[in-house]
């Protein structure tokens, strides 16, 4: 790729990307495509790849983070800083944490599946729309980061059509949990055809409710995805632990004392 004449390549680069983020409807906290992909999908070599994306880093647009890749900034620090990056400690330390975030989306969710069912507007209504069918589209992906932000991005959609700033802004603080969350659920319950069926029912009730403009029945159908997401990871990860407690047989050589 050649840039037009009197600009720089990495400046004609950075547009594109610009322009491809746009495109694909990337919000704050969502990661790009593998570099890879990016290189091949704009066909330029990835070093000069890198160049465009290191001048959206410094305008701000865009993080890299190590070993993660680079993702859409957010525009809010204290979001990222104060509310997120503590909670994302905690889930590294330890997993059962997620059923906080589990929680706290009951909360939240409950709140923007009722407000956006008042006030959703046509063009909200079309994104929800959208949105649920790229669900649709990335079920059989094998990327999960796919699946996952197509996930996420269906549940964002409905906090904007809220036009609750509060709950969207919350909504956007907790994006990497929320990610995460779904990511989880996705790697144990989506891969099972007949979870998948129920989950993909269950986005669907919860649509029709906001198009339909019945705030309650939206209420209620966020509340049962998000309870039947919650139950049966629950009974999944007591399942494996069970599994995994029922190897540890009496007389494991791993715990026979040794010989003082």
Partial sequence: MTAPAGTRLADHLALQLRALIKERHLEAGMRLPAERQLAATLNVSRSS???????????GLLESRRGGGTYVRFD?????????RPLKELLAEDPGYRYDVLEARHAIEASTA??????????????????????????????PDLAAQ???????????????????????????????SIMQSRKLLYTMPTIFSRLTEQHHELLRAILDGEPERARKAATAHLGFVHSTMKTFH????????SVRLPGDESETPKDM
Wanted: aromatic share 8%; with cysteine; net charge negative.
């Fill in 49 to 59: 790849l890198r160049e465009g994306i290191a001048t959206l880093i410094s305008e």
């Fill in 76 to 84: 809010e620090p204290w979001s990222e800083n104060r509310i997120v």
């Fill in 114 to 143: 009722w407000y956006a069912a008042m006030r959703a507007t046509a063009e909200d209504k079309e994104k929800l729309q959208s949105c649920f069918n790229a669900t649709l589209r990335v079920k059989e992906s094998d990327d």
């Fill in 150 to 180: 197509a996930d996420v991005r269906f549940h964002l959609a409905i906090a904007e059509a809220s036009h609750n700033l509060v709950l969207l802004q919350t909504m956007r603080g907790f994006f990497d949990l929320l990610q995460s």
């Fill in 238 to 245: 007591e399942d494996e632990a069970r599994r995994a407690r």
